[in-house]
């Protein structure tokens, strides 16, 4: 086993050095004949529940056409949302309406990806929000300036990104949060017939409305321009140090502290925790390296098919001890490069590595690559990787329990946590207070882990139990609120509650979106965070419900709702073996 999957990633290190000659760029996300549209999210998230039919897609190019697409949808009473060229979000909301709705209409702005505006006097960027970030970072880069804060992933537009609240990580200046470096921003809203349907209105600093639309999941109207205020142009500094995670529930804060750009990757099963000594450096110190992530690395297609045919082999043999190994293998070879660092652009040589931000803090190779045999590993064309990916932020004051509770769960036995640790472990990063007013109100912890998804709902996983209750640990014991763009959709049940300027930002969308052209059903599920009144068979599995009774589990085939191990209030799928079942 251990050989095999030394193997395994030695092949894949070796493709580095073939280099990416042949790999295919994700499809675009609107797929269109005659007929209709199918807006597919990037991951094939939404595969398994009705697909996402639009009658039209409109691809604006200018201001004006965007304006003008606005005011065609409102004329004609259409439900409308924003499409973007990389649709990287996972839950629905970007569907504008239920399939068969011939109501509807999609804007893309895939279309309108060409205006970054430098204005070096003020050291800010106006961009078109159909920009994509790598693009933006590098006109800004050219230009002698940097971009602050970004998410680690580069392949998604400005106007996307900001709407989801998407984040890096500082608790520094003005944060890790892309929106707090928002400083006008220009939204097209419908308006009455005679102003022409739609008009564009242009948010200054202080202007409260920005609060609301900084972060507003496409729910105020649809956002054209961007402002956002950057710094002088500056480098990093970055070592990792692969540890023991003894005291991570301790020294999290100070950590974040020290360090601009710190982070804190935790492997629980292997009593990991890998600290992120990363700091800014000026432009002259040595180092030209960059951060080219692993995991958003191009990957052959055959190896993402083989890891994924492993991992169900495992799932299905119930082979923890497979996961684990597994797990070794991935983060002894993350140590070996660095996670992805490149000291000369090309191969890890050691610590620490310089290179300049706009090169170190955001990165995804795996995007921009053109032809078959790689692609990113989550391609949903190669029946590759298929994962979930629960993102649960915390204020600062809270975290540590939440550590403390997790690490009580890994005890029981730690082998239960290999399959969140052959992935990402738990990526912990730092957000400061924002006014957003669908930001995080007090400094945070954002924390992330991925796990493996079946490629049918009703298929249960290896320790599912165990992520449903971290889940229900971080959501609902110490009151996480989820990452908007991620998550499956219990983590948003009770939502509202969570924002206490939820109701500010209900009023700002009456002012600006007073038919609701801008909210659909699959949006209100992740806003309104309501729970199902009527719970469907298997719901648990997938995330669409809490169980109360086994059948919201998978009973035949060993999957009944049971209590918490440690946090006693979660009710979560677990497996109990057949014999000791019936006897329940
Ligand atoms: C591999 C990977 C890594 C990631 N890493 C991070 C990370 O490090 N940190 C983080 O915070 N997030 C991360 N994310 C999440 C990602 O940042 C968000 O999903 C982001 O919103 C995706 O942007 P997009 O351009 O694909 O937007 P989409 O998914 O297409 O759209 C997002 C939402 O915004 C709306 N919208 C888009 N454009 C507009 C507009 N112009 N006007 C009005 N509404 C609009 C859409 O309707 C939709 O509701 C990651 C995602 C992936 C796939
Ligand atoms: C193409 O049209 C058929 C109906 O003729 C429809 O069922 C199918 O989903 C459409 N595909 C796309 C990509 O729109
Ligand atoms: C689609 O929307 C555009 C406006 O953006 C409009 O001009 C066009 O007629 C619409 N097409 C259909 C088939 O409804
Ligand atoms: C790594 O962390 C450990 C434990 O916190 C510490 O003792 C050690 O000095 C650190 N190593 C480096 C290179 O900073």
């Known amino acids: 086993?251990?050989?095999?999957?030394?193997?395994?990633?030695?092949?894949?290190?070796?493709?580095?050095?073939?280099?990416?000659?042949?790999?295919?760029?994700?499809?675009?996300?609107?797929?269109?004949?005659?007929?209709?549209?199918?807006?597919?999210?990037?991951?094939?998230?939404?595969?398994?529940?009705?697909?996402?039919?639009?009658?039209?897609?409109?691809?604006?190019?200018?201001e004006e056409e965007l304006r003008s697409a606005v005011a065609y949808a409102n004329r004609n009473n259409l439900k409308l949302k924003v499409a973007t060229k990389f649709s990287h979000t996972i839950p629905k909301q970007a569907c504008p309406a239920a399939a068969g709705s011939g109501n509807a209409m999609l804007i893309s702005t895939a279309k309108y990806d060409s205006g970054i505006e430098i204005d070096a006097a003020n050291s800010a960027v106006v961009v078109d929000s159909g920009v994509g970030l790598r693009q933006m970072i590098d006109k800004v880069e050219e230009a002698g300036f940097s971009l602050v804060a970004a998410p680690y992933w580069e392949g998604v537009s400005v106007g996307g990104l900001i709407s989801t609240g998407a984040h890096g990580s500082s608790l520094w200046g003005k944060g890790g949060a892309v929106h707090d470096h928002v400083i006008g921003l220009s939204l097209v809203i419908p308006a009455k017939k005679s102003e022409g349907y739609a008009k564009i209105i242009r948010l200054e600093e202080k202007d409260p409305l920005l609060n609301a639309a900084k972060v507003s999941l496409g729910l105020l109207g649809v956002i054209s321009k961007i402002k956002f205020s950057l710094e002088p142009g500056f480098k990093r500094s970055i070592t990792?140090?692969?540890?023991?995670?003894?005291?991570?529930?301790?020294?999290?804060?100070?950590?974040?502290?020290?360090?601009?750009?710190?982070?804190?990757?935790?492997y629980p099963s292997k009593h990991t925790a890998v600290y992120r000594y990363d700091s800014r450096v000026p432009l002259d110190a040595n180092g030209d390296g960059i951060f080219d992530f692993l995991g958003f690395q191009p990957n052959s297609v055959l190896i993402s098919q083989s890891i994924r045919s492993s991992e169900k082999t495992m799932e299905k043999l119930r082979n923890s001890k497979g996961k684990c190994t597994l797990a070794a293998t991935t983060v002894g070879f993350k140590k070996l490069v660095a996670n992805g660092l490149k000291n000369n652009g090309l191969i890890f040589t050691g610590y620490p590595v310089v290179g300049r931000q706009g090169k170190m803090q955001t990165s995804g190779s795996c995007f921009y690559t053109g032809g078959i045999d790689t692609s990113c590993a989550w391609d949903p064309r190669i029946n590759g990787l298929f994962f979930y990916e629960s993102t649960a932020i915390f204020p600062v004051t809270k975290f540590g329990d939440f550590i403390r509770d997790v690490k009580l769960l890994r005890d029981i036995n730690p082998d239960n946590f290999c399959g969140v640790d052959n992935y990402n472990g738990f990526l912990i990063r730092f957000l400061k207070s924002s006014k957003a007013y669908l930001g995080q109100s007090e400094d945070s912890v954002v924390v992330d882990f991925n796990y493996y998804r079946a490629?049918?709902?009703?298929?249960?996983?290896?320790?599912?139990?165990?992520?449903?209750?971290?889940?229900?640990?971080?959501?609902?014991?110490?009151?996480?609120k989820p990452h908007w763009a991620k998550n499956r959709n219990l983590a948003f049940f009770g939502v509202q509650e969570k924002y206490a300027n939820s109701v500010k930002f209900i009023a700002a969308k009456k002012q600006l979106d007073p038919q609701n052209m801008f909210s659909s059903e699959w949006s209100d599920e992740i806003v309104f965070g309501k729970e199902l009144a009527t719970k469907a068979d298997g719901c648990a599995l997938e995330g669409q419900c809490i169980c109360s009774e086994d059948r919201h589990c998978s009973p035949t085939k060993g999957y009944f709702c049971k209590q918490g191990l440690v946090y006693k209030e979660a009710r979560v799928c677990r497996y109990s073996p057949p014999s000791v079942a019936s006897g329940i």
Not at 252 to 266: N, P, Q
Not at 455 to 479: C, T
Request: charge should be negative.
């Open 455 to 480: 490629d049918e709902a009703s298929i249960p996983r290896l320790n599912q139990d165990v992520w449903e209750e971290v889940e229900q640990m971080a959501f609902f014991k110490h009151g996480a």
């Open 1 to 62: 086993m251990e050989l095999q999957w030394w193997f395994i990633i030695v092949l894949h290190q070796l493709q580095w050095f073939w280099g990416s000659i042949s790999a295919m760029p994700p499809q675009p996300p609107v797929l269109c004949n005659q007929t209709s549209c199918i807006l597919y999210n990037s991951y094939g998230a939404w595969g398994d529940r009705k697909l996402c039919h639009v009658p039209n897609v409109t691809y604006p190019t200018t």
């Open 240 to 266: 990792y140090n692969f540890t023991d995670d003894s005291k991570v529930e301790d020294i999290f804060l100070e950590h974040a502290k020290k360090y601009e750009f710190a982070d804190i990757t935790w």
